[in-house]
């Protein structure tokens, strides 16, 4: 199964704080094992986990790693490295070279990114060459390539689960073990 | 061809700033015709503005509107409306026919929501029944119904335009008229 793996660049603890969660919550809905945050903030990894814990599956947050050591080890266990901006090649002209990628790391930044970012990647896309929003970013990607259809991915050992209606909200409790 | 605006509802000025943004910068670039803010907040109106200024095109932002009366005069012209959260009904489901629709108003809330908007929309949407991120509802419920590729839109008037480069930074500055 392929393997994506988030890597977040770049983050401000408290300005970047719901912007850094979203594109958690993005990656762990469309199937990335983790997220690698290049800043300490630990509120965000209790907030992701917390999400973890009630609606399932494995999904890892790892606080305040540096993203040069991350990508080497990376890149040494025979992963590649996207990095999403608004400048790279466009991601329609990449698609299909990064569906058949099956170790990817996606890497995106906040308003600054360290330049040597742009030569570590194997790929520097542009997910549209307009301003950007790196959630949709790492949406529009990842919803591109993935296997199958990301919307129906079940989280083994929620809590809650929805179940989807037409008009309302109607959540189970799951039993405990 | 194909009319979508987003109705953006429960945004608190400060909390949402960022995050309103980034579901107006993501609606434009893919290709809606302008943010209806059911919020008080200029400070939204003028970032995105700002953007339609240096990077063209003719997205609109609305400020303060009231979300009954504008959803009210969509339809009476006509319009569908799809409201966007995570207890709706899958958006694989609903996708053709929203496909279909050629004058279609896109809803999301912030974390609360008028209940009665589950009774105002023509469907109501879950974009993969987990925690939600707006910015990527948006993005793929936007990506899956465009016509043709919305990357490759373009934005006539623009100040600057980006060239899509493998490595690092490309801006071109337009010459003024």
Same mark, same amino acid.
């Given at each position: ?37 290049? +800043? ?11 999400? @973890?814990?009630? $609606? ?6 790892? /606080? /305040?790693? +540096?993203?040069?050591? !991350?990508?080497?080890? $990376? ?14 090649? /466009?991601? #329609? ?19 600054? &990114?360290? #330049? ?7 790929? /520097? &896309?542009? &997910?549209? +060459?307009? #301003? ?14 993935? !296997?199958? !259809? #990301? ?19 109607? @959540?189970?409790?799951?039993?405990? !073990?």
């Amino acid at each position: 199964m392929k393997r994506i793996v988030l890597l977040r660049l770049g983050h401000r603890p408290e300005r970047d704080k719901r912007i850094t969660t979203h594109v958690g919550l993005t990656a762990r809905m469309l199937g990335a094992e983790g997220m690698l945050l290049a +800043s300490d903030d630990s509120g965000i990894v209790q907030s992701l986990e917390d999400v @973890v814990r009630r $609606w399932g599956g494995n999904f890892y947050i790892k /606080n /305040n790693v +540096s993203f040069k050591q !991350e990508i080497r080890n $990376w890149k040494e266990g025979g992963g590649k490295v996207c990095h999403l901006s608004m400048y790279g090649v /466009n991601l #329609p002209d990449l698609a299909d070279e990064l569906k058949k990628c099956d170790k990817l790391m996606i890497v995106v930044g906040a308003e600054k &990114v360290p #330049p040597e970012i742009y030569q570590l990647a194997d790929w /520097n &896309v542009a &997910v549209g +060459s307009q #301003p950007h929003s790196e959630v949709a970013a790492v949406a529009i990607t990842m919803d591109r390539i993935a !296997e199958g !259809e #990301p919307l129906e991915k079940e989280f083994p050992g929620a809590e809650l689960t929805i179940v989807p209606a037409e008009r309302g909200k109607h @959540v189970i409790e799951n039993a405990g !073990e």
